[in-house]
């Protein structure tokens, strides 16, 4: 499978050659190639500057890991329609591929082979390039969808030693230092292993990074067990709803929901247990999922209680996109139903921490909706605070270390004027205090003044309407009302855009 | 100075961009703007270092400013202090401070040895009695203490040596305390930066400094704009005055003009690796910090107008220039009792004796006689008797060290006689006064090449010799380039990473000198991006700054006064090295001598070739003794047989030898500078081999050869005035020095206008005026009635010598080296390639070719063995036979170590190695190594394969516990094995086996990679090699290799050439740009080419050189990947997903050079 991560700086991938790229120990490299690319002959791994030269036209991105196992991650949970055991696989370098546990769910789709297509046509649809690889064990299935003949390889029950002997031992899921030590000795296949003694290949496959041959090997027949890291928790309870034809409205959904609810419950009761938490998820047939999450303050079978807790939660926000064409709902914590329900409202009176406020808000309104204002090391008053969504927002003091230790900024007004307000004013030329000055209509006098404090303006930002590009001399005036005032005059007498004679502002007021 | 003296104002302490990433303005533009601005002087003072002065000062005494310079001295403890020497004695104490806190070996010298330094010490300060030392201050106590250190030891150490705990003074760091600082005493003006923050610490600690340094002290401060500046003004003047430290204005100048700012801001993001984005407040909150008009500062300090003056009474004070440095050189190595003069005398007539025994040539000692008197009339003796010594030093080794000298003043009898250089003047002209001339009063110029793995010891003598207070390397400024600016621009911009790489790849070679805006339109980026714009806009601004410091490749600066008197000296990044901070323009521009003392790998080699012919063949023969006239050795090079030869082995030279024919020494000399950017742009190579023929059929018919020297017009000179001066060359100009004296005869240059055409052309890079210069040789020279087509080639010429010119006697030592390596190569092939092999890496070529070439000279050459092979390369005897056959060493074997090579050499020294176990147990051998001996199939004697021995090296290297588990097994000598017969290993296959040699050896003695797919290429069409040479001209063929070796000369105007080797032998190919464009990917990234093409020879006249014209290029670097299968039929036709590059790189990869 390959993916591509748009660049966000500069737009979509131009056409033709693309790829993707990463600081390496000696240079930038490439790391993941469109098929143009690979087509002009260039190869991942590849130092930058030499596919640049062989290509110039080669157009590159920053590669993002993150958003790669993010992405990753998307595409396990959407499997997770197939079967509740799905684990994105960290074997690989290229973190490209998916585990799916279909042990108990492949007679659902008709058998395996109904199973892989199904998985097949899904993908197509989604416009994801798959292999897929069947077989006993992981690891053969891993093998047989990379080393495979065909895009989909059904290695028949007790058939891994038949299917796998012509396999590379890179489809052992070896590290390259163990590869190339074992390519070293003219083992290329699978086959070429059988029959070498297990102490000798042990003693000398045995490494420190990756797993050892000999373990692999087992890993690959089955000799040895294989734990998988599942994405979800395999939810034990749950209810799924397969539609023949997509739903792509939240009537739709709202007409599944009751008997998923009913059948989820009916589960539950069978074991004595309540759901402390839900976990509703949507497939949609563009190969994404769309899902919402409920936490119960206490274990509940009562599908009213959960019905409105779904329908707080956000029922309508689902993204459906083009239809799903099936959903989950899985209890994925359960516990032995006990009496009593607490009222929702209680642990807040208990006089929650702030983070527990903003949790509950955020469940509420959602986490972009809830943010905190943060002080920021900017010269311009304007520039020197803001706003972060609230959730996972740094504490202030870990901002900026260690840059300066010096109290930056001259005092600031508690309050700022925003935008700030012009002012008539008379001051010496070239930068004393304001004399006098005019502001909402009223003149005041200045009794006092000290100033100015020089700011330029930030070169490097786009300019645009709002940004100021003149320089601003601030004065804090104390002026004959007893007031104190913050003014500032943007632009230089001399130099300084001499076109456009210097205006006098308002910025702020001194408690 | 300029204005009324109530405006008058100087600005001390401006930073420089010697201030790295600190300073925004170069020291002209700070100079320039000053002047313009009319302030009455301009202070300069970086931090922490004196590296930019000398640019200063040469700005500003052509502005005609009065400069100060000095430092910006800071502390461990963070706080700073600008000083600035009055005179010479506190400029010289100023930079041993320096170099004391740059190297803590100069921290230990000797300060007492020098007479002119007065080092306060107690009884000084107490006997005076003007320094009121409060016995309460901790500086004080300092001084004291130090002062009880001095005596005690006599002359040791005055400052606190570095305890030996604390680390090395590292490149560019330096270490100093006010403590040391107090020592400078007298003569200097400092001051105190005003801190942001004017604490109590701050005030006790001025108090300290004052006391310290009465009458001296001063307290800076600058506007801050922070809205207090009034009131903070008015506090400093009262903390001034409490302190007895007098307050200065100025105005902490970081760049010239306030659009500087930005370049600034971007310079502090790159110091602390932020973005600008995100740098915050480490940014300057405004653009003050630039040279402001007395006027504005007399405003700015308005009720402070002493602080103005005092501005003026430092500078004033401050009456120190560089102009008073007054270079001496060391007189070393004169005995007692004689002058340099005489000295030199008797050694040059002493060496003269010794090379013509019985009688010196007739010739030759009137020669001695004038050399000897310029000489002495330039006072230059002791810096040939400097020379001398090194040279005869390194010679006077047990093993001596092999040397030659180069450089215009080498050009000489005197450094014949003196063993400097071998170029022998009887067959030789040598012309010294052309080269030091007395007008010119240059320093003289002697570069001397060294082997290159010993010549570190040369230089540690020199260390020793004048000590590291009077000798040191010269720098090397490294400046922005567009690469590197536009990569910290762009960080700092916040653009990301590809982007910069982009924007940085778009230029060819790190010293492009533009970033040239058709390049970045190829990269797809937009350029109206308004970030990318300031980005290139920034970059091109920064271009030239400097960006650090490093060492000159081995230039050496010796002086007879202490040198960290004249300049700071640091510690280099290679331990044990000390250099000088100013590089070789400022030492030119102060008029100091340097000789470099060099390091050439074919000396090396030389030196390993001439012991193994006194150890094999009791031959004993040094470099002086060979006497280039044996006609078979100009044969060979004829044939273009000069693989691994000295200078004329580059695909470029091979091509020309058949054409030059060299006949005779001089050939040689024309060989090694003929192929150079400059006789190829001033289009004088084929002017030269066309009369190299004509009077070659001359000599075959007998006739008289003649040749029409360029001349001018009768009316305005002789005819023949050039024939003086080309007659030796045909009458085409070849060297650097031809070209100069046609500027002077031809086109009547001034000595002035030479000097300054000369200037020109070494730093042609740096200044423009080479323009002018151009149109007034070339207008002169048709002026005076010249060809305009000659003018303008020789013109063309000395632009091309600006990059890499070569004058006569440089090319004359080369030359030497050429016959010495061109001799050994044909008489003693076996030696020659031994001794290339053992020196390697140097030179063209990989080991692969060296081998192939010498089996094709017929050398036997045998594997790599564990049971006889040493670390180098060795000659074994071959039966009866004369000739040796050269045994590969451990060195050829990657990754293997030279410890282990003498632990197997000495193990085997007591028995030979039984068995895999014998070997790792007796020569104490870790897995690693045995491993490697198994990758190389180097355990041939202990009756293992490659595969058998891997995998018991195998079993060795993993099993750790083996060996120690089992200490009987062990003492018995048994094997305990796995328990397990041998395993039945896959077998490999004849070119599996080959490419497993190249991998680890990069060469094979079994077969050539190729030699495998000769069925396919055959198939394809392809024909060997070696076949070419019986293609007619003109023919289309098709040929496959591997590349060893691709180039793009600057000069090629974009052609690239390919060297692609098969089984059979190489091919030369030309890939013109047309194709080159199409098929770059191919040409820049395959390492296997199918090249179909079209046979161009040359005439027998041009050598018959073969190339191919590829007009279309295969890439079947895949192939290459099958060899390493079992059996072709083991390629996998499918698996969708490209080979991994490392099941690829069997072959080494092509050497690229452009």
Excluded at chain 1, 379 to 395: C, D, K, S, V
Excluded at chain 2, 360 to 376: C, N, Y
């Amino acid at each position: 499978m390959h993916r591509r991560t748009l660049g966000r700086t500069y737009g979509p991938p131009p056409e033709g050659p693309f790829a993707l790229v990463e600081r390496g120990p000696h240079g930038i490299v490439l790391v993941s190639l469109d098929a143009a690319a690979r087509a002009a002959g260039l190869r991942s791994g590849q130092r930058h500057a030499d596919a640049r030269a062989m290509v110039p036209g080669l157009a590159t991105a920053a590669a993002d890991r993150a958003a790669d196992l993010a992405a990753l991650g998307r595409l396990a949970h959407w499997c997770l329609r197939w079967s509740p055991g799905v684990a994105v696989d960290a074997c690989g370098t290229g973190l490209d591929g998916v585990f799916v546990e279909v042990a108990g769910s492949a007679h659902l789709f008709g058998g395996e082979a109904g199973l892989l297509a199904d998985m097949r046509a899904r993908c197509g649809a989604a416009g994801i390039a798959v292999r897929l690889g069947l077989a006993d064990t992981p690891g053969a299935a891993w093998g047989a969808a990379r080393f495979g003949n065909a895009a989909v390889t059904l290695v028949p029950e007790g058939g891994i030693r038949a299917a796998a002997a012509a396999w590379p031992l890179a489809a052992l899921r070896l590290d390259p230092l163990t590869l190339a030590r074992a390519a070293r000795l003219g083992f290329r296949t699978v086959a070429d292993l059988d029959g070498m003694p297990r102490g000798g290949l042990a003693r000398r496959f045995r490494d420190g990074d990756g797993l050892g041959l000999v373990r692999r090997l087992d890993q690959l027949f089955g000799v040895e067990g294989e734990a998988l890291d599942t994405v979800a928790p395999a939810a034990r309870h749950a209810a799924r709803a397969v539609f023949g034809e997509p739903v792509i409205d939240m009537a739709g959904v709202a007409a599944h929901l009751p008997g998923l609810l009913d059948r989820l419950a009916a589960d539950l009761a069978a074991g004595g247990l309540g759901a402390g938490a839900l976990a509703l998820t949507g497939f949609r047939i563009d190969g994404g999922t769309t899902g919402l999450d409920v936490r119960l303050g206490k274990a509940s079978r009562d599908t009213r209680v959960w019905a409105r807790l779904l329908e707080t939660r956000g029922l309508d926000r689902l993204d459906l996109g083009f239809g799903i064409d099936a959903l989950l709902l899985a209890a994925p914590h359960v516990e032995p139903l006990a009496a009593t329900q607490l009222d929702h409202g209680a642990a807040a009176a208990a006089g929650e921490p702030l983070n527990d406020l903003i949790d509950r808000l955020a469940a509420r309104l959602g986490g972009e909706a809830i943010r905190v204002a943060r002080p920021r090391a900017r010269w311009l008053p304007e520039r020197a605070e803001h706003w972060l969504t609230a959730q996972g927002a740094p504490p202030p003091a870990a901002l900026l270390p260690g840059l300066t230790s010096e109290p930056a900024t001259a005092p600031r007004p508690l309050l700022l004027l925003d935008p700030p307000e012009p002012v008539e004013a008379t001051a010496m030329v070239p930068d004393g205090a304001p004399v006098q000055f005019r502001w909402r209509r009223i003149m005041r006098r200045v009794a006092r003044a000290e100033g100015p404090e020089r700011l330029a303006p930030e070169w490097w930002r786009e300019t645009g309407r709002r940004v100021p590009r003149r320089t601003r001399d601030y004065y804090r005036v104390e002026a004959d009302d007893g007031a104190r005032y913050w003014l500032f005059r943007e632009g230089l007498y001399g130099w300084e855009d001499a076109g456009r004679p210097p205006t006098w502002w308002l910025h702020g007021l001194f408690a | 100075m300029s204005g009324p003296p109530e405006a008058g104002y100087a600005e001390l302490g401006a930073l420089s961009n010697f201030s790295f990433l600190e300073g925004a303005s170069h020291a002209a533009q700070l100079v320039e703007q000053a002047k313009s601005l009319g302030l009455a002087a301009l202070g300069v003072a970086d931090r922490n270092t004196l590296a930019g002065v000398v640019r200063a000062h040469k700005a500003a005494k052509d502005a005609g400013l009065r400069l100060l310079i000095g430092c910006r001295l800071e502390f461990t403890d963070g706080s700073e202090l600008i000083v600035f020497p009055r005179d010479r004695a506190a400029y010289g104490r100023l930079c041993r401070l320096l170099s004391q806190g740059k190297s803590e070996v100069l921290a230990a010298s000797n300060v007492i040895a020098f007479p002119g330094a007065k080092p306060p010490t107690p009884s000084r300060h107490a006997g005076e009695g003007q320094h009121p030392v409060s016995p309460q201050s901790p500086i004080s106590e300092i001084v004291v203490k130090l002062g009880a250190g001095l005596r005690q030891h006599d002359g040791e150490s005055i400052v606190s040596s570095p305890s030996e705990t604390e680390p090395r003074i590292t490149k560019g760091e330096t270490r100093l305390t006010f403590a040391q600082a107090a020592l400078l005493g007298d003569g200097l003006v400092a001051l105190v930066p005003a801190p942001d923050r004017l604490d109590a610490a701050f005030r006790a600690r001025l108090a300290e400094w004052a006391a310290a340094w009465p009458d001296a002290l001063h307290l800076a401060a600058a506007p801050r704009w922070r809205g207090d500046d009034r009131a903070r003004l008015a506090r400093l003047a009262r903390l001034a005055e409490a302190a007895g430290a007098p307050l200065v204005a100025y105005n902490a100048v970081r760049y010239h003009h306030p659009d500087q700012r930005r370049l600034q801001d971007v310079l502090t993001c790159v110091r602390h690796g932020v973005t600008i984005d995100t740098a915050g407040h480490a940014l300057d909150a405004n653009a003050e910090r630039y040279l402001k008009p007395p006027e504005e500062m007399a405003r700015l300090f308005a009720g402070h107008p002493q602080a103005l003056a005092r501005t003026l009474d430092i500078a004033a004070a401050c009456t120190f220039l560089l102009d008073e440095l007054r270079y001496d050189y060391p007189e070393e190595p004169v005995p007692e009792g004689w002058t340099p003069g005489r000295h030199l005398i008797r050694l040059s007539f002493a060496g003269a004796r010794a090379k013509w025994p019985g009688r010196i040539p007739t010739k030759i000692v009137p020669t001695i006689v004038k050399e000897l008197r310029m000489i002495r009339k330039l006072a230059y003796a002791p810096y040939f008797l400097t020379v001398h010594d090194i040279v005869a030093w390194a010679r006077g080794q047990t093993e001596p060290i092999l040397c030659q000298g180069r450089g215009s003043a080498a050009n000489s009898v005197v450094c014949y006689c003196l063993g400097i250089t071998a170029i022998d003047p009887m067959q030789q002209d040598v012309l010294m006064e052309r080269f030091i001339s007395e007008e010119r009063r240059e320093p003289p110029d002697i570069d001397v090449d060294f082997e290159h793995e010993r010549r570190e010891l040369v230089m540690q003598y020199i260390y020793r010799r004048y000590g590291r207070d009077r000798a040191g390397i010269v720098a090397t400024v490294i400046h922005y380039r567009p690469r590197s600016a536009i990569r910290d621009v762009g960080k700092a911009l916040g653009l990301s990473e590809d982007v910069t790489a982009r924007l940085a790849g778009t230029t060819w070679g790190s010293f492009a000198r533009e970033i040239d805006d058709g390049h970045l339109d190829d990269t797809g980026i937009s350029r109206d991006d308004p970030r990318l714009a300031l980005a290139i806009e920034l970059a091109r601004q920064l271009l030239d700054f400097p960006r650090h410091l490093s060492q000159h490749v081995g230039g050496f600066v010796l002086t007879k006064s202490p040198l960290i008197e004249t300049v700071p000296v640091g510690n280099g990044a290679m331990a044990d090295r000390t250099f000088i901070e100013w590089d070789k323009d400022d030492i030119d521009v102060l008029g100091m001598m340097k000789i470099d003392v060099l390091a050439l790998g074919m000396l090396t080699a030389l030196k390993r070739g001439f012991d193994m012919l006194r150890d094999h063949y009791g031959v004993r023969v040094g470099l002086d003794d060979l006497k280039p006239t044996k006609k078979r050795v100009y044969d060979m090079l004829t044939r273009a047989d000069s693989l691994g030869v000295f200078q004329v082995e580059s695909r470029a030279q091979m091509a020309m030898l058949p054409r030059l024919r060299p006949r005779e020494f001089y050939d040689l000399v024309v060989e090694v500078a003929i192929v150079r950017p400059g006789p190829i742009q001033g289009k004088m190579v084929h002017p030269y081999l066309r009369n190299r023929l004509l009077r070659r059929q001359a000599e075959a018919a007998g006739r008289p050869f003649r040749i029409d020297f360029p001349a001018p017009d009768p009316a305005h000179g002789p005819p023949d005035e050039l024939r003086n001066i080309l007659g030796k060359t045909l009458g085409v100009p070849l060297f650097q020095e031809q070209a100069m004296r046609i500027a002077m005869d031809a086109a009547q240059f001034s000595g002035a206008e030479a000097n300054q055409l000369r200037r020109a052309m070494a730093t042609f890079r740096h200044v423009g005026t080479i323009g002018l210069l151009e149109r007034r040789m070339v207008d002169r020279m048709i002026a005076r009635g010249y060809d305009a087509e000659f003018a303008e080639n020789c013109f063309g010429q000395i632009k091309g010598f600006g990059e890499y010119g070569f004058p006569e006697s440089h090319a004359a030592s080369f030359a030497h080296l050429v016959y010495a390596s061109s001799w050994l190569k044909c008489d003693w092939p076996d030696v020659f390639a031994a001794a290339l092999l053992n020196s390697q890496p140097m030179g063209f070529y990989a080991p692969a070719q060296i081998v192939r070439d010498a089996r094709e000279h017929g050398i036997e050459v045998r594997p790599v063995d564990v049971g006889t092979s040493d670390w180098d390369c060795t000659l074994e005897r071959r039966g009866g036979r004369r000739r040796r056959a050269l045994r590969l060493g451990l060195r050829m074997i990657t990754g293997f170590r030279s410890v282990w090579a003498d632990a197997i050499a000495a193990a085997r020294e007591v028995a030979p190695f039984a068995s895999l176990d014998d070997l790792r147990r007796r020569a104490a051998l870790p897995g690693a190594a045995l491993d490697r001996l198994a990758e190389a199939d180097a355990l041939g004697s202990l009756s293992l394969s490659r595969r058998q021995g891997q995998w018991e090296a195998l079993g060795a290297a993993g099993g750790a516990p083996k060996a120690a588990a089992a200490p009987l097994f062990d003492y018995a000598g048994l094997d305990e094995s796995d328990g397990a017969p041998p395993p039945a290993l896959p077998r490999l296959s004849a070119s599996a086996e080959v490419v497993g040699d190249y991998r680890s050896l990069r060469l094979s003695l079994k077969g050539h990679p190729l030699a495998f797919l000769r069925d396919r290429l055959a198939a394809a069409g392809a024909i060997p090699a070696s076949r070419l040479g019986q293609v007619r001209d003109g023919r289309r063929v098709i040929v496959g290799g591997v590349v060893l070796v691709r180039q793009r000369p600057g000069t090629a105007k974009g052609v690239v050439f390919l060297t692609l080797e098969d089984e059979t032998g190489v091919a030369n190919a030309v890939i013109w740009p047309s194709i080159f464009d199409k098929q770059r990917a191919v040409a820049m990234g395959a390492r296997m080419l199918l090249i179909h093409g079209r046979i161009q020879r040359g005439s027998a006249d041009d050598g018959g050189v073969t190339h191919l014209v590829a007009e279309r290029l295969d890439d079947w670097t895949p192939a290459l990947g099958d060899l390493d299968c079992r059996n072709v039929d083991e390629v996998r036709a499918a698996p969708s997903r490209g080979r991994h590059p490392r099941d690829v790189r069997i072959l080494p990869a092509s050497r690229d050079f452009h």
